[in-house]
């Protein structure tokens, strides 16, 4: 066999990966670093109310939803670097604004502006383009990480950082990570040698109305959109609770987080081995939003700081379960060939349930105070926990993405541990892309790998 077929990733892919997850890290990195710690800043801006604090926070959502997918679709026709290019651009200057702004409306435009830089569809793409439809799944991960990473080195630096250079100063800095984001496509970006559609990535125009149709996958959707709306909605009040209600200092927020964060993924490690070694990812998943109603509960009813600070430890533990859980569950859901059109939609309804936990969090908190914000987090948990109770057993498959040439789908249902294969004309030569739903624990993958075009 050949050596182009070994498990492990080449050396250009792991360049590109690496330099791809680093400019997608930096790009929410300077989303979210804002979070733990705006809520206390715009109290003093002119013309702010809890509303208008929450649309700032939230207001790159929107816009990040609306325009991720066309920018992708753009990045088909004129390449991917200047997609990625003019959006990062387009984020440096949404982060100068809000860096400069002296009202909350200034901070509303700038924000909007940042989530309008809206690359995530177009970097997936550059990402395929550069990895062998075999190592596909191995760039996403890494990329996957990345972003997890991102958020968690947010919620404690934040707060820090805000000490030493302000709010101003994190816009600012969040610049200059865009700015370094530009020199990393450029330096250590390789250039694909081809650009072109991959449906296992991309969301195809056709197969959204399939997609819509999936009452699983709009489950998941919402499952997402809820998760984010519920974490905007409880950063819009944690740190005003945090400073006002527990008297830890601002810049000690940062000392809350970091330990926070270490336990809460202690607790969560041993149940996402337990859903997928032990076939229990629904029980889990359904017990992870019990978790995250526990901690809502806690959050209403007092004002101990060690109890809300359990409370947090619970709330993150559950949190980071169910945002691990959620991505295996689409691609376990959706059929081989929809998983790009699949992850398009779920990752708009993730940036949507930014935008709407900002705007609805910030009137509920306007509206009822800090308790109304947390019942309102409930009402949503409930709903989400019924249509969780209600969903389908997921079946314990993954995909898997081949070049073959000559290849019949019975060759491929043949091997051991292939489920479903489709064949795909492949767009740049005579040959065909299989795209496969395999059990990944009896996968006979040395058989697999033998059908494999040699190109």
Known sequence: MSSAFSNNLAAQERRAGVSLATIYAFRMFGLFMILPVFALYAENLPGATPFTMGLAIGIYGLTQAVLQIPFGMWSDRIGRKPVIFIGLLI?????????????????????????????????MALAADLSR????????????????????????????????????????????????????????????????????????????????????????????????????????????????????????????????????????????????????????????IVVLMVANLIFLNTHNMWYTIIALVIFFAGFNLLEASLPSLVTKTAPATLKGTAMGMYSSSQFLGAFAGGAIGGYAHQTWGIDGVYITVLVALSLWFVLAVTMKKPRYLSTYLLNVDGVSTHQLLEVKGVVEATLIDDENDSGQVAYLKIEKHILDEEKLLSLASSK
């Not at 200057?93 to 690359?119: H, K, Y």
Request: net charge neutral; charged share 15%; hydrophobic share 55%.
């Open 91 to 123: 984020f440096i200057v949404g982060s100068i604004i809000a860096g400069n702004a002296t009202s909350i409306e200034g901070i509303i435009i700038g924000r909007a502006i940042q989530g309008g830089g809206a690359i995530a569809a177009a970097l």
């Open 133 to 288: 439809e075999e190592h596909r799944i191995k760039m996403m991960a890494l990329i996957g990480i990345s972003i997890g990473a991102s958020f968690a080195l947010s919620m404690v630096l934040g707060p820090i950082i805000n000490a030493w250079i302000g709010i101003s100063g994190i816009f600012y800095g969040t610049a200059v990570l865009g700015l370094v984001g530009i020199a990393i496509l450029y330096l250590f970006v390789p250039d694909p040698v081809a650009s072109h559609f991959h449906r296992d990535t991309e969301v195809a125009t056709e197969s959204v109305a399939t997609a819509l149709k999936d009452t699983q996958l709009l489950r998941l959707d919402f499952g997402i959109l809820i998760l984010h709306f519920v974490l905007m909605c409880v950063f819009l009040v944690m740190p005003l609770v945090l400073k006002n209600d527990m008297g830890i200092a601002a810049d000690k927020h940062g000392h809350i987080y970091l330990p926070v964060f270490a336990f809460s993924l202690v607790l969560m490690l041993p149940f996402i081995i337990i859903a997928e070694r032990k076939r229990a990812m629904k029980q889990v998943f359904v017990g992870g």
